[in-house]
């Protein structure tokens, strides 16, 4: 079943989305597109959700915070000895991000194979997987892909709903509406209340755009043999001259990573004052000198160039590697628009193939 959501009842939607789950949406920041909350309250609106251009950033943070406590402790001490409370985090509530593209959403389902199908499950990044909608908007020509687009080297683009749970296409003075899985028809049954129904004559111009889309992508930027580059990564890792190329202009200062929606590396301190603290996980980066940093004063990746060379490896070799040849880079082209000097991981893989041919 499809719903038809009209332009001018999108601001109403969403705020009728707040009576059962925390909504969070794109909207305009400066000169960029930013995922945040929505908070409408009887005094103020929320701030407009932003669909007409592409988020800058992910919307990796709903589910996995920049910075968050993972506990927080107490100490008390009395005649009897210490004792040390401990507070954990509570269980998430329902929440649903809508407006994230395609990619960003298979973004999620490359850290489900790390942080819920892994060896070791995360239990936040579990809950709060669990307790979200995912609502994408489908790209379409006009309002999706651009020249840094490469979604469809993935298959991680407009047909491709593996991570979403209801799908959004730009169509006739609004969206048609699609649930893509079961969380995603229960989710729509309940919050229909704003909607139309779709007809097939909408769910044929919204399949009609999304080719339209694909066909741009493929003929901007032809795939290229991806089966062959965990392979040639490995065999050119050793290529010190190619790396130093490679990573010359960058300037390790990781808004690649920042803005990637399957970067998903972080480190733990733990901050105390007095008898409390808390232990605190935060973003972390490949791209930092500190990263790979040893006590001993020895940095094993001391150079850009070997972690620029680690960054690529491990989105296009060491992931796959261990994910049945899966890419762990979904093709947004976030890294691409945003790096300051213009590095692109496409010429990078393009740039290894081609060592590996020589
Ligand atoms: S955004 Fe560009 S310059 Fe900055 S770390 Fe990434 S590749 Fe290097
Ligand atoms: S490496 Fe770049 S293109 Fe690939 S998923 Fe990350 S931000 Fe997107």
């Known amino acids: 079943m499809s719903y038809f959501l009209p332009h001018d009842r999108l601001e109403s939607w969403l705020d009728d989305l707040e009576r059962?789950?925390?909504?969070?949406?794109?909207?305009?920041?400066?000169?960029?597109?930013?995922?945040?909350?929505?908070?409408?309250?009887?005094?103020?609106?929320?701030?407009?959700?932003?669909?007409?251009?592409?988020?800058?950033e992910s919307a990796r943070h709903v589910l996995f915070p920049r910075s968050e406590v993972l506990l927080a402790f107490r100490s008390a001490h009395d005649e009897?000895?210490?004792?040390?409370?401990?507070?954990e985090q509570e269980a998430p509530a329902p929440q649903v991000i809508v407006g994230l593209r395609a990619c960003d959403a298979k973004g999620f389902a490359v850290m489900d194979r790390v942080y819920m199908h892994g060896r070791y499950a995360d239990p936040l990044y579990t809950a709060r997987r669990k307790a979200t909608v995912m609502a994408v908007l489908a790209c379409v020509p006009g309002n999706g892909p651009d020249n840094a687009c490469f979604c469809h080297w993935?298959?991680?683009?407009?047909?491709?709903?593996?991570?979403?749970?209801?799908?959004?296409?730009?169509?006739?003075?609004?969206?048609?509406?699609?649930?893509?899985?079961?969380?995603?028809?229960?989710?729509?049954?309940?919050?229909?209340?704003?909607?139309?129904?779709?007809?097939?004559?909408?769910?044929?111009?919204?399949?009609?755009?999304?080719?339209?889309?694909?066909?741009?992508?493929?003929?901007?930027?032809?795939?290229?043999?991806?089966?062959?580059?965990?392979?040639?990564i490995m065999r050119q890792f050793g290529n010190s001259m190619l790396w130093e190329t490679i990573g010359?202009?960058?300037?390790?200062?990781?808004?690649?990573?920042?803005?990637?929606?399957?970067?998903?590396?972080?480190?733990?301190?733990?901050?105390?004052?007095?008898?409390?603290?808390?232990?605190?996980?935060?973003?972390?980066?490949?791209?930092?000198?500190?990263?790979?940093?040893?006590?001993?004063?020895?940095?094993?990746?001391?150079?850009k160039a070997q972690r620029l060379k680690n960054r690529i490896a491990h989105k296009f070799a060491y992931y796959p590697a261990l994910h049945m040849g899966k890419s762990s880079c979904v093709g947004c082209g976030k890294c691409i628009r945003s790096c300051p000097v213009g590095v692109d991981i496409r010429a990078a893989v393009f740039r290894v193939l081609a060592a590996d041919e020589e």
């Open 20 to 56: 059962t789950h925390r909504v969070f949406a794109p909207t305009a920041e400066g000169r960029g597109v930013v995922f945040r909350r929505r908070k409408p309250t009887a005094e103020s609106p929320a701030a407009p959700v932003c669909l007409e251009r592409r988020p800058t």
């Open 80 to 87: 009897s000895g210490t004792r040390v409370e401990v507070f």
């Open 154 to 232: 993935f298959a991680s683009g407009h047909e491709e709903h593996d991570a979403a749970d209801i799908v959004l296409t730009p169509a006739s003075g609004g969206f048609l509406i699609a649930p893509v899985s079961d969380k995603g028809a229960e989710f729509m049954e309940s919050h229909a209340g704003y909607l139309e129904q779709g007809n097939e004559e909408l769910e044929n111009a919204a399949a009609a755009q999304r080719l339209a889309a694909r066909e741009f992508l493929e003929k901007h930027c032809p795939a290229p043999a991806l089966s062959k580059t965990e392979t040639a």
């Open 248 to 303: 010359e202009p960058c300037l390790a200062c990781g808004v690649c990573t920042h803005l990637c929606p399957s970067c998903y590396c972080f480190t733990i301190t733990d901050e105390t004052r007095g008898n409390a603290g808390a232990r605190i996980r935060s973003w972390d980066t490949c791209l930092n000198a500190g990263y790979t940093l040893e006590a001993s004063g020895h940095n094993p990746r001391a150079a």
